[in-house]
């Protein structure tokens, strides 16, 4: 009985021949996130995310400690700036608060897009060989980003109650509570778009490696980081630098603790602005996506 079960054993085939599993990723020319199909995948979103922040980290000798000391770094020159050259400040916040609270979202935004438009050029090899939702990619990258603002963002509490205590400042508990994930939300919500939009242009035409980082240098002088927009002297500058996503963002997430007058209207136009950006970058991306094998 045995030698029967080994002579069986013997003349099996030394592999065993698997079904040849081809998918064929469509365009999709509709404002679809493809909701159920990132969900079957979302433990990609955590491997891919969590890889992002280890890299970017990795072999530093601070190593998390830069996500706070960039921000902080930044924070004291542009106060000394703002010194120097009398820059106005809305809401009469302290110059170090009012630079430190627009640098944590402006770099989430900065650090978002760098990380999504680069993101499919990184990852060209992966797209190639395996298939999975390729929206998982430049989300991982906008999502990294969020590492970044948390470390930052322990800074921001106890920085707020120091001129809470010295008494420049006023807190609005329920509108900062209210403000603080509306304007992360909005914030993400831009960043995706670009960095979505960048990512599959970036694919296409590697010129745009070099266009991410002067487009980022650029917008920052239209963002209310440094100097309060809605006090330009030109009143149709104003409605132009609303066209900005991040207006609205930081000008919400400031007035929660400062003495300035939100401007609705200009609010509006900026978190319009946003919603743009979302939907041109997820249309684009969707539709072209299905290329993205052959041009990787």
Same mark, same amino acid.
């Given at each position: 009985m045995?030698?029967?079960?080994?002579?069986i054993?013997?003349?099996l085939p030394?592999y065993v021949?698997?079904p040849y599993?081809?998918?064929e990723?469509?365009s999709?020319?509709?404002?679809?996130?493809?909701i159920?199909e990132?969900?079957?995948?979302?433990?990609?979103f955590?491997f891919?995310?969590?890889r992002?922040?280890?890299?970017k980290?990795?072999?530093?000798?601070?190593?998390?400690?830069w996500a706070?000391l960039?921000?902080?770094?930044?924070m004291?020159?542009? @106060?000394?700036?703002?010194?120097?050259?009398?820059? #106005?400040?809305e809401g009469?916040? #302290?110059?170090?608060?009012f630079?430190y609270?627009?640098?944590?979202?402006?770099n989430v935004?900065? @650090?978002?897009?760098?990380n999504?438009?680069n993101s499919?050029v990184?990852?060209?090899?992966?797209?190639?060989?395996?298939?999975?939702?390729?929206l998982?990619i430049?989300i991982s990258?906008?999502?990294?980003?969020?590492?970044?603002?948390?470390?930052a963002?322990?800074l921001?509490? #106890?920085m707020?109650g120091?001129?809470?205590?010295?008494?420049g400042?006023r807190l609005?508990?329920?509108?900062?509570?209210?403000?603080?994930?509306a @304007?992360l939300?909005i914030?993400t919500v831009a960043t995706?778009g670009?960095?979505?939009l960048?990512a599959?242009?970036n694919?296409?035409?590697?010129?745009?490696r070099?266009?991410i980082?002067?487009?980022i240098?650029?917008?920052l002088f239209a963002t209310?980081?440094?100097?309060?927009?809605?006090?330009?002297h030109?009143?149709?500058?104003?409605y132009?630098f609303?066209?900005n996503p991040?207006y609205?963002?930081?000008e919400i997430?400031?007035?929660s603790?400062s003495?300035?007058?939100l401007h609705?209207?200009?609010?509006?136009? @900026?978190?319009?602005?946003?919603?743009?950006?979302?939907?041109?970058?997820?249309?684009y991306?969707r539709k072209?996506?299905?290329?993205?094998?052959d041009?990787?």
């Open positions: 045995s030698c029967f079960l080994c002579g054993i013997v003349n030394l021949s698997l599993m081809e998918y990723i469509k999709d020319e509709k404002l679809n996130l493809g159920a990132l969900w079957r995948y979302r433990e990609l955590y891919f995310t969590w992002d922040i280890k890299v980290y990795k072999q530093t000798f601070l190593g998390f400690a706070v960039q921000p902080l770094i930044l004291a020159i542009f @106060s000394e700036i703002g010194e120097a050259f009398n820059i #106005p400040r009469g916040l #302290p110059r170090p608060l630079a609270s627009g640098l944590l979202l402006w935004f900065t @650090s978002g897009v760098t999504a438009g499919m990184i990852n060209a090899n992966i797209i190639k060989k395996i298939y999975f939702p390729r998982i430049p990258g906008v999502l990294s980003s969020l590492f970044d603002f948390v470390m963002f322990a921001f509490i #106890p707020l120091y001129y809470i205590w010295q008494g400042v609005h508990l329920i509108s900062f509570i209210l403000a603080l994930p @304007s939300i914030t995706f670009v960095g979505s960048l599959a242009l694919l296409k035409y590697r010129d745009f070099y266009v980082p002067f487009m240098s650029v917008l209310p980081v440094i100097y309060p927009i809605s006090g330009s030109f009143h149709w500058a104003k132009l609303a066209l991040l609205s963002a930081i997430f400031r007035n603790f003495n300035g007058n609705i209207y200009l609010v509006m136009i @900026s978190s319009c602005s946003s919603l743009l950006f979302f939907t041109i970058g997820l249309f991306f072209t996506e299905a290329y993205f094998a041009l990787a």
